[in-house]
Every structure is written in C-alpha cells, then in structure tokens.
C-alpha cells in the first residue's frame, strides 16, 4: 500500500503501468487532448492578444507616466530588489571588512529599473502599435538592462550569501555544468545573441508576438536571456568558465556592432512593411506602417551604435584601471624587493662589522 492511501482507495498507475496501457487507451487520450485545446486556443489567444491601438497619439506625458503596474512583472522584480538589499545586508554584517561595492547595487537596481521601464512604462502600450517604440523597448532590454545586470555580478553575490552547502550542491554545479561551459562560451554567446536578433526579426514569431502576449513575453524572456550571456564575458565581474583579456572584450564587443547596424540598415531600407500586424493595424494617429518601420530602423541602427561606443569605452576605461592596478602593484612590489636588498645589505654590514670587531679582539 503507498504510505498515507487509505485501503480500497484507487491508486495512479506507475511509470511501467503507464507504460504498458493499451495503445487504445493513449490515443483516446491524446486525441481528447488536442480536442481540448483547439477548443480552448481561440479562447486562449483572445485573452492573450493586446488588443486595439490606443485612442490618443504617443506623448512624453504618457510614455513617462503612463505605466500600467502589471502584477506578474513588477511583482517579480520588486521581490528581486527586496531580496539583492537583503542579501547584501547579510554579507555586510558577516564580513564588514570587504562589503559588497555599493556601485553593484546601484548597478542591479538600475538594469531591474530599465527592465521596468521597456515593459511597464507607457512604452509597453505602444509597443504593439508603433515598431519604433517596440524597438525602444528592446534597446532597453538588450543593451541597457542586460549589462547592468552583469555589471551587478548577482552570481558572485549568491556565492557569498549561501551557505556551504548550498553553493556545493546547488550553485557550483551549475557553474561548472556542461550546458553553462558550452552557451557561455564566448563565440556561441555571440552568434545566440545575433542568431536571436535577426531570427526574431525576420520570421514569423515577431508578428506573433504582437498577436500573443505569452509569445510577447516569451520574446522579452529570449532577449534578455541572450543578451545577458553576451555581455557576461564583456563586462561581467561573476566567476566564468571563460575568461577574456580586455583586448577581447573590446573586439568581442566591437563585432556585435557592424551586424546590429545591417540588421537596422536591412529593416531601415525595406520597401514594404516587413510585419502585418503593423500593416494592418487600424489607428487614427501616428505615421504609415512603412514610415514607423524606417522609423525603427533608425532606432536600432543608432541608438544601438551609441549604446555599444558606450560600452566599449566602458570596456576600455576598465582595462585602464586595470593596467594602474597592474602597474602599482609592480611597483609595490619591486619597492619591497628593493627593501628586501636593503634590509639583508644592512644584516650584511653589521656582520661584516662584528667579525672585524672580533678579529681585533
């Protein structure tokens, strides 16, 4: 009897019970369940889909204060800020010595701040009416939100907050796991973080999204996640599998800028709207479905550029730094070699000294 069943209680079948069911019976239940869910997917994608235009033209007014506080979004990323300022509070008190460097909290605050803007700010009401302002909202995802995070170093810091246990059960296996070693590589980092820009792009599941709102935000999750990998080994400071140089890191980075630019020329110099939801799209207001779709090419093409110049020369600030550091720590310590030969070139003299003394004697 399975423990807590009651006698002459049903029980589920097992695993081999399952597995040695009449084929009758699984097709039967296959069969209601693809029934099942064509009944229930009309039903499904008008819940999910976001719906008319709004009435009244996109304004500053209304993208910086018209947010919408969408429980399943903001909830999550309050609860990640509550739990980094708690997290860190713990580390500070255990070890007041090295604190966490307050630049990281402000760091993680701000990428959840971004991720908050792209998704609950007046730019998510019109991210499925206007292709420039859905591109704004990726920018921010990709190439704000993501490297903030990873300047954050999040896994650094749930390293020190575990307990032993937990960190060699649970978080260096996933570190060291195959599948992390392998997707954070930083040549496979970079061709998922492009594969996903150009594959979202020109294939049917952009359109989707703007139909679907989990495919929508299946999207976002894509975006994020792919970003997050590519800029982990340009200006992540969490423990890798892979380390690059800082001259890497700048022609790692640097690379990604040229195909973000085509994929913008590309979208930019289309001649017809790539996406039917914008072309179809009924609203009063507002340019053509071609003209917003130039429009978003634009976008991409340079606030893209802008924002990776920018990181490159974050980049390349912090191998400055890292060569001051270099070189005073050389100097440190060829100055304690120095005093090193001083210190044994004094113990030399005076030894030299009290055998000459004793040799007198």
Do not use: C, K
């Given at each position: 009897?399975?423990?807590?069943?009651?006698?002459?209680?049903?029980?589920?079948?097992?695993?081999?019970?399952?597995?040695?069911?009449?084929?009758?019976?699984?097709?039967?239940?296959?069969?209601?369940?693809?029934?099942?869910?064509?009944?229930?997917?009309?039903?499904?994608?008008?819940?999910?889909?976001?719906?008319?235009?709004?009435?009244?033209?996109?304004?500053?007014?209304?993208?910086?204060?018209?947010?919408?506080?969408?429980?399943?979004?903001?909830?999550?990323?309050?609860?990640?800020?509550?739990?980094?300022?708690?997290?860190?509070?713990?580390?500070?008190?255990?070890?007041?010595?090295?604190?966490?460097?307050?630049?990281?909290?402000?760091?993680?605050?701000?990428?959840?701040?971004?991720?908050?803007?792209?998704?609950?700010?007046?730019?998510?009401?019109?991210?499925?009416?206007?292709?420039?302002?859905?591109?704004?909202?990726?920018?921010?995802?990709?190439?704000?939100?993501?490297?903030?995070?990873?300047?954050?170093?999040?896994?650094?810091?749930?390293?020190?907050?575990?307990?032993?246990?937990?960190?060699?059960?649970?978080?260096?296996?996933?570190?060291?796991?195959?599948?992390?070693?392998?997707?954070?590589?930083?040549?496979?980092?970079?061709?998922?973080?492009?594969?996903?820009?150009?594959?979202?792009?020109?294939?049917?599941?952009?359109?989707?999204s703007l139909e679907n709102r989990f495919v929508h935000d299946l999207e976002h999750a894509l975006y994020l996640g792919t970003a997050l990998l590519f800029w982990w080994p340009a200006v992540g400071l969490d423990p890798s599998p892979w380390r690059l140089p800082h001259?890497?890191?700048?022609?790692?980075?640097?690379?990604?800028?040229?195909?973000?630019?085509?994929?913008?020329v590309v979208i930019l110099n289309a001649t017809a709207p790539l996406y039917p939801h914008y072309a179809t799209l009924v609203r009063s207001w507002g340019p053509s479905a071609l003209v917003d779709q130039q429009a978003a090419g634009a976008v991409m093409w340079l606030?893209?550029?802008?924002?990776?110049?920018?990181?490159?020369?974050?980049?390349?600030?912090?191998?400055?730094?890292?060569?001051?550091?270099?070189?005073?720590?050389?100097?440190?310590?060829?100055?304690?070699?120095?005093?090193?030969?001083?210190?044994?070139?004094?113990?030399?003299?005076?030894?030299?000294?009290?055998?000459?003394?004793?040799?007198?004697?």
């Amino acid at each position: 009897m399975i423990p807590g069943a009651q006698s002459g209680s049903a029980t589920r079948p097992t695993f081999r019970d399952r597995a040695t069911m009449p084929p009758m019976v699984l097709r039967r239940a296959l069969a209601a369940g693809l029934a099942w869910l064509v009944w229930l997917g009309p039903f499904t994608v008008r819940v999910l889909a976001h719906g008319p235009a709004p009435a009244d033209p996109p304004s500053v007014a209304n993208l910086l204060f018209g947010w919408s506080f969408e429980p399943a979004i903001i909830l999550p990323l309050v609860a990640a800020a509550v739990v980094w300022v708690a997290w860190v509070r713990r580390v500070n008190a255990a070890h007041p010595s090295t604190p966490v460097p307050r630049r990281r909290t402000a760091f993680f605050l701000a990428g959840l701040a971004a991720i908050a803007v792209a998704l609950q700010s007046g730019i998510e009401r019109y991210d499925t009416s206007l292709f420039s302002i859905h591109m704004v909202q990726h920018l921010l995802l990709t190439l704000v939100a993501a490297p903030l995070l990873a300047l954050s170093a999040p896994v650094t810091l749930a390293l020190r907050v575990a307990t032993p246990r937990v960190r060699q059960r649970v978080i260096l296996p996933i570190l060291h796991s195959r599948v992390l070693r392998a997707i954070s590589h930083p040549v496979v980092a970079w061709l998922l973080f492009a594969g996903v820009m150009w594959g979202t792009h020109f294939s049917p599941l952009f359109d989707l999204s703007l139909e679907n709102r989990f495919v929508h935000d299946l999207e976002h999750a894509l975006y994020l996640g792919t970003a997050l990998l590519f800029w982990w080994p340009a200006v992540g400071l969490d423990p890798s599998p892979w380390r690059l140089p800082h001259p890497a890191r700048v022609l790692y980075v640097f690379l990604q800028m040229p195909q973000n630019t085509f994929l913008a020329v590309v979208i930019l110099n289309a001649t017809a709207p790539l996406y039917p939801h914008y072309a179809t799209l009924v609203r009063s207001w507002g340019p053509s479905a071609l003209v917003d779709q130039q429009a978003a090419g634009a976008v991409m093409w340079l606030g893209g550029d802008l924002l990776f110049i920018g990181a490159i020369g974050a980049i390349l600030a912090g191998w400055m730094r890292f060569e001051e550091r270099g070189t005073r720590g050389a100097d440190r310590r060829e100055e304690a070699e120095r005093a090193a030969i001083r210190e044994r070139e004094t113990r030399l003299a005076e030894r030299l000294a009290r055998e000459r003394d004793e040799a007198r004697g």
